[in-house]
């Protein structure tokens, strides 16, 4: 199983934010898309960092209030973690629970061409199990009702 087998399921979109912007503007972009981090980039290709619900409470503990008008580049991770369409999910899953992240951006010749989750891992792998289950069950029941009385 590879990345791009979970990037032709879920699309290859991924929501971006400028470093310019605040951090205010990133939770307002986290809330309405429904996801738990936003990729930094001033062009939409170029990866620059990412900002995540975790770097918002870690700084919020630190800075309090005021963070969220800061801008996203004060309080995105620059040492992003990346990985290619033809990366096995086994080691994107390993590099994921080794530093302790969520979302890896997939990069495809330097250019941003997608974003995978932890969830979007445990989604694919379920469903993979799913099937292997059932091509298993079908061919218990076939080879069962085969057999001559």
């Given at each position: 199983m590879f990345v791009d087998e979970i990037l032709?399921?879920?699309?290859?979109?991924?929501?971006?934010?400028?470093p310019t912007a605040s951090v205010r503007e990133?939770?307002?972009?986290?809330?309405?898309?429904?996801?738990?981090?936003?990729?930094?980039?001033?062009?939409?290709?170029?990866?620059?960092?990412?900002?995540?619900?975790?770097?918002?409470?870690?700084?919020?503990?630190?800075?309090?209030?005021?963070?969220?008008?800061?801008?996203?580049?004060?309080?995105?991770m620059q040492s992003v973690s990346t990985c290619a369409p033809g990366d096995k999910l086994k080691s994107v899953m390993a590099v994921m629970t080794q530093k302790r992240v969520r979302h890896m951006p997939v990069l495809e010749r330097g250019r941003l061409c997608g974003i995978v989750s932890i969830g979007d891992i445990v989604k694919h792998r379920l469903e993979d199990l799913e099937l292997k289950d059932a091509v298993m069950r079908d061919a218990y029941i076939m080879r069962g009702s085969s057999k001559s009385p």
């Amino acid at each position: 199983m590879f990345v791009d087998e979970i990037l032709q399921k879920k699309g290859h979109d991924v929501f971006t934010i400028r470093p310019t912007a605040s951090v205010r503007e990133a939770v307002q972009r986290l809330s309405l898309e429904r996801v738990g981090g936003l990729v930094v980039s001033e062009d939409g290709e170029r990866l620059q960092g990412i900002i995540s619900e975790s770097e918002i409470i870690r700084s919020l503990a630190r800075h309090g209030a005021n963070l969220l008008d800061e801008r996203v580049s004060d309080v995105m991770m620059q040492s992003v973690s990346t990985c290619a369409p033809g990366d096995k999910l086994k080691s994107v899953m390993a590099v994921m629970t080794q530093k302790r992240v969520r979302h890896m951006p997939v990069l495809e010749r330097g250019r941003l061409c997608g974003i995978v989750s932890i969830g979007d891992i445990v989604k694919h792998r379920l469903e993979d199990l799913e099937l292997k289950d059932a091509v298993m069950r079908d061919a218990y029941i076939m080879r069962g009702s085969s057999k001559s009385p």
